[in-house]
Nanobody, 127 residues
Framework: QVQLVESGGGLVQPGGSLRLSCAASGFTLDNYHIGWFRQAPGKEREGVICISRRDGSRYYIDSVKGRFTISRTNANNAKNTVYLQMNSLRPEDTAVYYC?????????????????WGQGTQVTVSS
């Protein structure tokens, strides 16, 4: 059974950090492009950051550049997990965060056309 499970969300003060995890079962994450998306209340889901499966190239939206990073665990990705490190968090980062996986294409992108999705984890940035 193919499954993605996010974890690591929570409540954090502005300027704080969180690390989200995206663990896969039923397939090997290294063979897929991985994207992190978020959806804030009343807004459409948006792509935030992604990592490509072959060359590891990464793409970001401007608002998270220099603050968010995406990584696989190690060269062999034995834990079959992708991480989203979020630093210098802002109230506008508050949203449900989803990871997603896609096999096709030469590089990742931030469009919503991914094949597998997790259930989401809530991130709230507030004092």
């Amino acid at each position: 059974q193919v499954q993605l499970v996010e974890s690591g969300g929570g409540l954090v003060q502005p300027g704080g950090s969180l690390r989200l995890s995206c663990a896969a079962s039923g397939f090997t994450l290294d063979n897929y492009h991985i994207g992190w998306f978020r959806q804030a209340p009343g807004k459409e889901r948006e792509g935030v950051i992604c990592i490509s499966r072959r060359d590891g190239s990464r793409y970001y939206i401007d608002s998270v550049k220099g603050r968010f990073t995406i990584s696989r665990t190690n060269a062999n990705n034995a834990k079959n997990t992708v991480y989203l490190q979020m630093n210098s968090l802002r109230p506008e980062d508050t949203a449900v965060y989803y990871c997603a996986a896609r096999r096709y294409g030469s590089i990742c992108d931030l469009h919503n056309d991914y094949d597998y999705w997790g259930q989401g984890t809530q991130v709230t940035v507030s004092s």
